[in-house]
């Protein structure tokens, strides 16, 4: 009996291991043959006479599959790989306009919503989407983004093709770190040639979304294409800050600018362009030759966005984009964005990206069990809040709380706190994200500042009320929001029990 594979478009993980044995040859849909070098992207199965609904229940049998992202059944023959994928991502990033945040981790590795970490984010997009053969690729201060990684996402299978392994720049092919996206994966095409999967997902490792990729691979499959690039239409005003691809009335790719004065609007939307998400599907082979190439011409700056994909245009490939206002997870929370997306690489990208959390009915929602954020699990107990007094009640009010955190007699409100935080009595936060084992003093005024991990507040402190002072004492972005760096925790200090 022939073996059959699924592709879901959600995390059905108990499906995963049962479905080659579980499936009997009866039910493999009409006209699907072994061997036949074809796709078949069913959206449903037939019933046949007699088949029984434990027959039904054992092939995950779901037939009303939408465009909008519900759940849908798809079955190829395990002698055809082309839809075999290997995730690369590219988690190597400096992270300068963050800026003291990154002053000791990498970016991806910022802390994020409280208890994730940036990477969580894309991670999460590839598990939940079925892909589990992934490479990080890691460069800059990655001690922190390693940890993490260890810590949360060991993948634990009963097949040795599902991963998740940090990569570190190893200069293998000379005496340079990564140059640029595409050197990152020239460095290390080893990794791909063990496995030759069919498509490569190479994406960025430092925005917020929520993306089902099997849909973009279904796209991908549909145009017969070499190269997909995620896109995101936005404004022809803002569009000049970004990279914009030109397209065609088929979204087939014709060109690329690097922040052009005057972008070309998409065919057909006259006041949006195309503007890459850095999210790229490549077929193996192509990849493979296009980055060898790349690696050998001296004037390259070794980016896929300014170097490669242009070329790939040039010599007539099939690139095309992909419309990422198309891309549904299953279900949506009220109030959620359906095309959520951010770049979080300034300071106030990063702060507002957290606020966006803690409202009643969040445009990023990190409640939505449909498409869930996953991360390292710690022990630590529930949130507490303590004392219920006049003005000294401890309470938080649209606002984010981690595990471990207690607020004492204090009023939290429109503001993300992390892990293991104390805040003390008689404390007002306003608008603030603060991260894990902070300590606030009590007495202390805080409002639209960020406080980074293992630091004191002093009793009576005031952030956020006088620029001047703020700018003496800590960083302050240009739009007045206040950055205090991490410390390093001292090995003799401990919180002290709330009051």
């Known amino acids: 009996m022939p073996t059959y594979r699924r592709w879901c478009n959600v995390p059905l993980t108990f499906l995963d291991i049962i479905f080659e044995a579980v499936i009997p040859a009866k039910l493999v849909p009409a006209g699907f043959k072994r061997g036949a070098g074809i796709q078949y992207r069913q959206t449903g199965f037939r019933v046949k006479p007699g088949m029984t609904n434990t027959a039904k229940g054992r092939m995950g049998y779901y037939n009303n599959r939408r465009e909008a992202g519900t759940r849908s059944l798809m ?9 075999t994928v290997l995730g690369m991502i590219m988690a190597g990033g400096r992270g300068e306009r963050l800026h003291p945040l990154t002053k000791d981790r990498a970016k991806p590795a910022v802390p994020f919503g409280g208890k994730y970490r940036i990477i969580d984010v894309v991670l999460s997009n590839f598990v939940n989407s079925g892909i589990y053969s992934i490479y990080v690729l890691t460069q800059f201060k990655a001690q922190s983004l390693v940890e993490h990684l260890q810590e949360g996402w060991q993948v634990t299978s009963v097949s040795r093709n599902h991963f998740v392994v940090p990569v570190p720049a190893q200069m293998r ?15 290390n095409l080893h990794l791909i040639k063990r496995v030759h999967p069919s498509v490569v997902a190479v994406f960025g490792a430092d ?42 009335d088929n979204w087939r790719l014709l060109g690329f600018e690097e922040k052009p004065a005057q972008p070309k609007p998409i065919p057909g939307e006259s006041e949006h362009a195309l503007v890459s998400m ?48 198309r891309n549904r997870i299953p279900t949506l929370s009220r109030g959620e964005e359906p095309s959520y997306w951010r770049d979080v690489g300034t300071i106030e990208a990063y702060y507002e990206a957290n606020m966006d959390l803690r409202a009643v009915h969040p445009t990023f929602n990190l409640y939505n069990r449909s498409w869930p954020i996953r991360t ?8 507490k809040f303590v004392f219920d007094e006049d003005g000294r009640r401890g309470m938080a009010l649209d606002s984010i709380v981690a595990e471990g955190t207690i607020i004492s007699g204090s009023v939290v409100r429109n503001s993300v706190i992390g892990r293991n935080v104390r805040i003390h009595s008689h404390c007002q936060i306003e608008e603030a994200v603060i991260m894990n084992r902070v300590e606030i003093g009590r007495g202390c005024r805080i409002r639209r500042a960020i ?4 630091v004191f507040i002093q009793p009576g402190t005031e952030i956020g009320y006088n620029a001047e002072k703020d700018r003496e004492r800590y960083h302050v972005s240009d739009s007045g929001i206040v950055v205090i760096a991490r410390e390093e925790p ?3 200090w401990s919180m002290t029990p709330p009051d």
């Open 207 to 248: 925005h917020i979304y929520k993306m089902n990729i099997r849909q973009m691979m279904g796209y991908h499959l549909r145009k017969e294409a070499d190269v997909t690039v995620a896109a995101l239409p936005v404004g022809i005003e803002e569009a000049s800050h970004y990279g914009v691809m030109e397209a065609d």
């Open 451 to 454: 406080i980074d991990k293992n």
């Open 278 to 325: 850095g999210n790229y599907l490549f077929e193996t082979d192509l990849l493979l030759r296009a980055v060898e190439e790349d690696a050998r011409d001296p004037h390259s700056s070794h980016d896929f966005g300014r170097d490669v994909l242009p070329r790939l245009v040039t010599e007539g490939r099939k690139l095309y984009a992909y419309d990422f206002r």
């Open 376 to 383: 390292v699990s710690y022990s630590d107990p529930p949130a």
């Open 75 to 83: 079955v190829c023959c395990e002698e055809d790989r082309r839809m």
């Open 173 to 187: 092919t000379g005496d340079d770190w990564y140059r640029g996206t595409a050197d990152a994966v020239f460095q």
């Open 490 to 492: 001292d090995q003799t």
